[in-house]
């Protein structure tokens, strides 16, 4: 069979991951333009090139599309974060790297704290993403500081996962409400100081 008569056969199913990535790629830009709450399938199949009926062959509706493109955007920050650390960038410097965009968009944060405050409920199709975003955070925390076991405060890797945690959303707050200011160059030295280890007295 010719490659051109297997491409017949395969029909639309040939292109099925690249048009879902398009569409969630889509669906990453109307959610920080609009929020999650805003945002239209309509929106986002104009702006993935697509029907509003073809969207909905590929996925079941907002919430699918939501989750999808949390998970788009987790893997696209890993992504990051290695191509960082194999640049030679320290550890403490590569949260605040990959950071560095979303600080850039005030829109983008805007809607990501309300995204985030939003999951909060229970019920919130996002609900389970946040609460368990840490994992990932821990286990960057733990690679990261591996020779740093032990830290003046004897802080566990939970713990230091929730401050860091709570260190990033409180600079997105602060970087809305005076944007004269560059809080985020705040974060370098913060996990520098709950990374590394304590000094032998």
């Known amino acids: 069979m010719s490659d051109n008569a297997a491409a017949r056969r395969r029909g639309p199913y040939a292109t099925t991951p690249a048009r879902r990535a398009q569409i969630v790629r889509a669906a990453l830009a109307s959610f920080a333009e609009h929020g ?31 989750l999808t493109a949390l998970a788009r955007r987790e893997e696209l920050d890993e992504e990051q974060a290695d191509r960082i650390l194999a640049a030679g960038t320290s550890g403490a410097a590569v949260l605040g790297q990959v950071l560095a965009d979303e600080f850039a968009d005030p829109d983008y944060l805007r809607h990501w704290l309300a995204l985030s405050i939003a999951a909060t409920n229970p ?70 100081m709950l990374i590394t280890p304590a000094e032998s007295e």
Not at 178 to 186: F, G
């Open 123 to 192: 019920a919130h199709p996002a609900h389970e993403y946040f609460a368990r975003r840490g994992e990932r955070l821990r286990r960057r925390l733990r690679d990261d500081s591996a020779p740093a076991a032990q830290t003046r405060t004897n802080l566990t890797g939970d713990d230091k996962t929730v401050m860091v945690l709570a260190m990033m959303d409180g600079l997105r707050i602060q970087a809305l409400l005076d944007p004269s200011q560059d809080p985020l160059r705040l974060m370098e030295p913060f996990i520098r």
């Open 36 to 66: 999650f709450e805003r945002a239209s399938l309509r929106d986002i199949a104009a702006r993935a090139g697509v029907t509003h009926a073809a969207l909905l062959r590929h996925f079941s509706g907002k919430e699918e599309l939501l």
